[in-house]
């Protein structure tokens, strides 16, 4: 079954202290990105990557790193995470990343609570 | 100003009613529009895309798209409870890599 999966699905942590929300996708896609969801803001790109090594910044990236050594792969990391990083989180994948009818599958969603 | 128009609502419809979600943007070198539905607890999914100006049509679903006056609209024809979630509308340009999304409309239809 063509998915994407995203661990943990729920995380509560404290100020300061470094998580890695993992994402994975078994459709081979070229493209990976993450987004935030925030009510009333919807879904903000943080970052993206077009494939292996190659990633850049979406719209909200400050706080947040990623990286894409593997093409199924795609973790993204909270160094020190702070409170106005709650919010909802989901990764998302797409074939190449360029044509508009692609499908783009996004995960599950990981909720994270930063107290 | 968002680049992206979207109101959160909520909307609330009798079952079989004709539902109107509306987006309006302010770039105008968006070329690719998209639509994706999100219930409760789960991730967005793509329910529609077009390309540039003109109308498409799926089933009960109808998106429409006019470039002059930077606006898109997705229309549900009756309605179910069954589409009851979130509406989200997407834009992309020509190569871009970025998509930008709506705030998402909240749906209920009622039984």
């Known amino acids: 079954e063509a998915q994407v999966t995203q661990n943990p699905r729920y995380l509560i942590t404290v100020t300061g202290k470094k998580l890695t929300v993992t994402c994975s996708q078994n459709?081979?896609?070229?493209?990976m990105s993450w987004y935030r969801q925030d009510p009333g803001l919807g879904l903000r790109q943080i970052y993206y990557?077009?494939?292996?090594?190659?990633?850049d910044k979406g719209d909200v990236p400050e706080g947040y790193k990623v990286s894409r050594k593997e093409k199924r792969n795609f973790p993204l990391i909270l160094e020190s995470p702070s409170p106005n990083q709650t919010s909802l989180y989901f990764c998302?994948?797409?074939?190449?990343?360029?044509?508009?009818?692609?499908?783009?599958?996004f995960g599950p969603g990981t909720r994270l609570l930063v107290l | 100003q968002k680049e992206v128009e979207q109101d959160p609502g909520p909307l609330s419809v009798p079952e079989g009613a004709i539902v109107s979600l509306n987006c309006t943007y302010s770039n105008s070198a968006f070329q690719y529009f998209m639509w994706y539905r999100q219930y409760s607890r789960k991730g967005p999914e793509l329910l529609m895309y077009t390309y540039s100006s003109g109308n498409k049509e799926d089933g009960r679903f109808t998106a429409q798209v006019d470039k002059s006056s930077k606006y898109i609209s997705l229309f549900i024809r009756d309605s179910q409870p069954s589409d009851s979630a979130t509406y989200l509308c997407a834009m992309r340009t020509t190569g871009g890599f970025k998509t930008i999304f709506g705030a998402g409309t909240r749906l209920f239809v009622k039984a």
């Open positions: 990557s077009m494939n292996v090594e190659v990633t």
């Open positions: 459709m081979n896609h070229e493209y």
């Open positions: 998302a994948s797409n074939p190449s990343g360029t044509g508009y009818q692609e499908t783009q599958y």
